[in-house]
Structures are given as structure tokens and as C-alpha cells.
């Protein structure tokens, strides 16, 4: 652990742009700040004051909720097995360059992050949640995975140097913030010229369908659970179902956009887009990374397609715009 410590903090860096030290049970920037270790995971969180009222509310639900669930994975290659049935995670996997450095922003469990770790990239796995990140550590450690960092961060406050990472992938988290935009401004700084941004959030028309269904679940309860996907799946575990539930039907604050909205900040910005999901159909010579979208045409009117999918509504509703700095 203490050598795994010393090699993280090389790539850290303390609020003060000073470089961090690992200092055999804590990291140090300066004589005054400290960063503690809970249960192997470091500590870096750092509030921010305009984002904390949110903030601490999702701290404590995505402490009591691990999301996603582990519950049927007992080893590595039960992971891939699980994530190749995701052709966006099989490709993800696939075409992410060898050697890479990526972050990974509200990793959750860290499904995500311990799939990506073959090819010898570096992985950083970011989120509020010590249970669900000591969750996805415990599974590194299981796994033997020594590539992959785990860490406390609030993503308002990142310890990385600007234009750092190869890529920056954050899934059905921004919109869990107090302010979207900001989140987005604050990930994407951390991205290198020539890097690419994942980015994963709740649609506006494909969550209308949830948020029926959670106004009808709050009158009716569980006697109409079949009207979800997960919930009506007696194959799924109890544990990983219910889990599904408080996550898509109990979150305490949530903001969805449509694309064109999201597709502005990419815009002030001036990031290339590469690919926009579930807009543009995944198939087997799809290249997430450099095959240049020329498919924004209509864009309103795919927009409202969307609502009427009920596939895509079933998922949850999330769209990901993948672009190019
Ligand atoms: C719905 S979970 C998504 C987990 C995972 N990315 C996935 O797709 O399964 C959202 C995660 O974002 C994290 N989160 C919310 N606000 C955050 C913040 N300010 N900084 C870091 N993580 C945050 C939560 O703790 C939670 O684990």
C-alpha cells in the first residue's frame, strides 16, 4: 500500500498547485493540509461552497445506496463477461488507447473503471461515496488490479493538473449535482488537447417515462413494480433491484437535459463531437472516437423520437455525447 500511496501522489496535485505527499498514513501539500485515509481509501475531498448544498445531500444517499450493485460478480472475468454484454462498454474497452490515463468522475462501485483496467492503462475512479468506493476497491484488490486508484474527490474541486487526462468518462453523474454546467467546466479542464470527454445524462423526454412511473409508485408501492424493467425481473437479485429503484426513483435531486442543450457547453468549449448515443445506432464497425458526427441533422426531431423509445426509457433515459478537445 505505501508504494502503491507514494506512486498516486506523483500524479496529484494539493489545492495550492503544490505537489502532494504521502507521509505514511496521510497525504500533505503544505504543513496545514491534510488528507486522511479511510479504510485504504484517500481522502481528498474539498467542499465547495456554492455546489455544497447538493453535494452533501448526495454524499450521504450514495453512501447508504452502492451504486451499481456487485452482487453477482465474484472475479475479474465475470466483470468482463458482464460489461462485453454492453456493446458501448465492450467498445469503450476496445477502442481506449493502450497506455492511457483516464478518469473516471462518480465511478460509483467502479464497475467501470476495474473493466477498463487491461491494456496498461492508469485509472482514476473518483466519487463522494467511501461505501461504494470501498466496494470497488475491495473488487481491485480481489482482482489483483494495481492500476487503478480509488479516491474520495469531490469533482468541483479535481487535484489534477489542467490538461492531464487522455479521457475523461463520467456516466449518470453531472446531473446529480447542484450545477450541471459547472461540473462539466471543472471535469473538462483536467483533459488534454487531443483528449475525449464521455459524457453520460439523463434526457429530458426519455425520463418522462420514469418520472411517471415514480409518481405512480409513490401512490401504489410495489404492487406496480412491474411496470419497470429491472423491478418485474425476478432473475435479478432483490439486493440489485431495489438498489435500481432508490437510484432511479429516490434520488434527492436530479436535472435532465436535451441534447442540444448539453451540446452548448461542448460548443463554448470548442470540443469536436465523435459520437452521440443512443442518436446515432452502435454497430460493429462503429468507432467511438474518430469518426466525426455528421448526423446532428434534425436533431430536435430525433430529440423527441427518443420519448417515444420505449428501450432507451426502459435504460433510464441517458444519452452520451463523446467529443474531442
Ligand atoms: C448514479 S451514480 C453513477 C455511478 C456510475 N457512474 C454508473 O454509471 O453506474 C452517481 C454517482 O455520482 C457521485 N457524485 C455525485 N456528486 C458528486 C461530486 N460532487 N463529486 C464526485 N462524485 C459525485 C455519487 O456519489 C454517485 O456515486
Redesign the pocket.
Known sequence: MIDRFNKLAQFLIGQNKKKLIFNNNFFTDDEKKFFLINNSIPDFFIEDSETKKI?DI?DKF?NEIK??NYDDLDDFSSLIDKANKSIFAKFLDEQIKFGSKILE????TGQLSNFLSRYNRKLFG????ES?LAMAENFRIKSDIDNVYFMK????NLLFNDNFFDYIIS???LH??QDPKKAFFSIEKKLKEGGYIVLGLYHKYGRIYTKIRKMIFSVFGEKVFFLDKYLRNKNISYQKRLTWYK?QYKSPHEISYTIKEVLEWFEEKNLKITKILPIENLDINSKLFDDYSKNCNNLGMKEIMLALNVSHASEGGLFTIIAKK
Not at 474527490?153 to 468541483?156: G, I
Request: glycine share 12%; aromatic share 12%.
Open positions: 453535494t448526495q450514495y451504486f451499481p468522475v462518480g465511478c460509483g473518483i466519487d463522494l461515496s461504494s474527490m469531490n469533482l468541483f456516466i449518470g453523474c446529480h449535482t437510484d
